[in-house]
Structures are given as structure tokens and as C-alpha cells.
């Protein structure tokens, strides 16, 4: 690049799984504030578990595209909600992974047209590993990005999968091909964000939107139930504790190659010690 030649940049937030009304809450209260800190062109988000932990409804979208979220990506639990099917059909900005059966509701990826700073490619893909044997998302990738690229070279990809060494496996697989892969589905935040060698930025999970006083997501009391007795509980989304988690992306308009990658989780966990009273009577001598 010729000296004093500023590199264009596209800002990329990426919400990771929102749950639930605080998962919404947080989106709606903080969205406007982290686009104007980070200059944020394009916002994409997964939102298969924002009605109450199970799927997503219109008017929950709805609300998430008014409120500045360009595209909405999803996973297993995008099927939750019967009723979404047919508005599916109709608004491409919502995705469910493209590798499910062909035939299935609605679309895997969009072609976004941001006027004057370009188009992006979202590409919405599933695991299975530990997951449904759906269609192979790599196989799914190769097809998808021939379509995606005569258009555009921005592609941030959405890998939803339970197994890290999957996610790992797709970033790997599409480095170079994309700006993107974040994973989603496990509700846990991985601090392994990177731009791998040939220009993709990475990271196995950007963790979950939504309430943080629960087992990712749900009812404490509710979740342990399946663990402990192992047998099927109550499907309720808990309701304290939100936080916000994300990622940053900044990508080359140029070439659609990663710049950098910044990890988002808002509020931080509060780490202060908060000891537990230990009585000297119980030591059992
Ligand atoms: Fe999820
Ligand atoms: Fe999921």
C-alpha cells in the first residue's frame, strides 16, 4: 500500500446467541451505544434462542432489525417456533444453517448491499459433530462461497456447533476463502480470537446475549434437573444477569481480509473474592 494511503476498513459487530428477554434487553439498550464506539458498519447477529430460549418469533425480529441489526443467523433452534417458518420464506436478512436438508424453511445465506461500502456475505452453517447428521457444512461451504464470491469477497461465516474441534476444523478449511468464521451455540465465550495465516478472523465461540445467572441460559434449578436425574425438565429461560457477548471485526474493504479481531463481553464477570464464612467447629477432629 503507498504511504499515507488509509486502509478501509469495515466494522463488523457480531452478537453472539441472544436468550430470551434479557438477551434482548441487552440488544436493544446497548446496540446504538457499540456501534457509534466502534464505528460499526454492518451488525450480524444469531438470535435461535431469543423467544424464551427456544427459536425466534417475526416480531422478535422484527424488533432486532429495527433496533440496527442487518442479519440474523441461527441454529438447531430455529425450528422451535412453527410459526416462523412462513416468515421465514420471506425475509432473507433471517438465516437458518444452509446445510440442512435441501427443501428446509427458508434461506442459509444473504448477499447484504451496503450502498456505497460494498456488499457483505453472511453464511449460516450448522456442525454435526454431536449434533444432527445434517448435510456436510464443508461440502455446503465450497457450493455457497462460489455464489457468494462472484459478488462480494466480505464473507463472515456463522459455524453453530457443539464441538470446538469442528469450529476449529471449518476455520482452518475456509482461511483465506473468508473474513470470518465465529462460532455460536455453546453460550461460553472462548478467548482463542485470531486472524488465522492467510487472513480470516476466528474464534470458537463468542459466547451468549442474555442472562449469566443460569446453565447457559436456562433455569439453574430447571437445567440441573436433566443432569441430575437424567430425565427432561422444564425449557425456561432465567432472567438476571444479562451481558452482552460479541465480537469487533474490522475487515479490508480492499480484499475482505481481517484486520482485527476484539473479543466483547459486557458487563465483565465480577471477579472480586466473596469468601465464605468457615466455621472452625465443623473441621471434624
Ligand atoms: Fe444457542
Ligand atoms: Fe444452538
Known amino acids: 500500500m503507498p504511504k499515507g494511503e488509509k486502509l478501509e476498513t469495515l466494522n463488523i459487530l457480531f452478537i453472539g446467541d441472544i436468550v430470551g428477554n434479557p438477551g434482548i434487553g441487552m440488544v436493544t439498550n446497548f446496540l446504538r451505544g457499540f456501534v457509534d464506539k466502534y464505528k460499526i458498519d454492518f451488525v450480524v447477529a444469531n438470535g435461535e434462542n ?21 442479519v440474523l443467523t441461527s441454529g438447531n433452534h430455529i425450528w422451535d417456533k412453527f410459526q416462523i417458518h412462513e416468515y421465514m420464506m420471506q425475509e432473507r436478512n433471517l438465516l437458518r444453517p444452509l446445510n ?67 469450529k476449529v476444523a471449518m476455520g482452518w478449511y475456509l482461511d483465506g476463502k473468508v473474513s470470518a468464521v465465529i462460532g455460536t451455540h455453546s453460550h461460553v465465550q472462548t ?39 437424567a430425565t427432561p425438565s422444564k425449557y425456561e429461560a ?11 471485526l474490522a475487515i479490508d474493504r480492499a480484499n475482505g481480509k481481517a484486520v482485527s479481531i476484539e473479543r466483547i463481553l459486557y458487563p465483565a464477570f465480577d471477579q472480586s473474592v466473596n469468601p465464605v464464612p468457615v466455621s472452625n467447629e465443623t473441621s471434624g477432629k
Open 50 to 70: 431469543a423467544a424464551d430460549g427456544k427459536g425466534i418469533t417475526d416480531k422478535i425480529a422484527q424488533r432486532f432489525f429495527g433496533a440496527g441489526i442487518n
Open 191 to 229: 478467548a482463542d480470537e485470531r486472524i488465522l495465516p492467510k487472513g480470516t478472523a476466528y474464534i470458537t465461540d463468542v459466547g451468549m446475549t442474555g442472562p449469566y445467572d443460569s446453565i447457559i441460559g436456562m433455569k439453574k434449578e430447571n437445567a440441573m434437573k436433566r443432569f441430575i436425574y
Open 238 to 248: 432465567a432472567d438476571s444477569d444479562a451481558k452482552i457477548a460479541a465480537v469487533v
Open 100 to 166: 440442512f436438508p435441501k427443501g428446509s424453511f427458508g434461506s442459509g445465506y444473504v448477499v447484504y448491499d451496503l450502498g456505497h461500502k460494498g456488499k457483505v456475505g453472511v453464511l449460516n452453517l450448522q456442525g454435526r459433530t454431536f449434533m444432527y447428521p445434517i448435510d456436510c457444512p464443508f461440502r455446503t461451504s465450497d457450493w455457497a462461497l462460489e455464489k457468494i464470491k462472484a459478488e462480494t469477497n466480505l464473507v463472515i461465516v456463522d459455524m453453530h456447533a457443539e464441538a470446538t474441534a469442528e
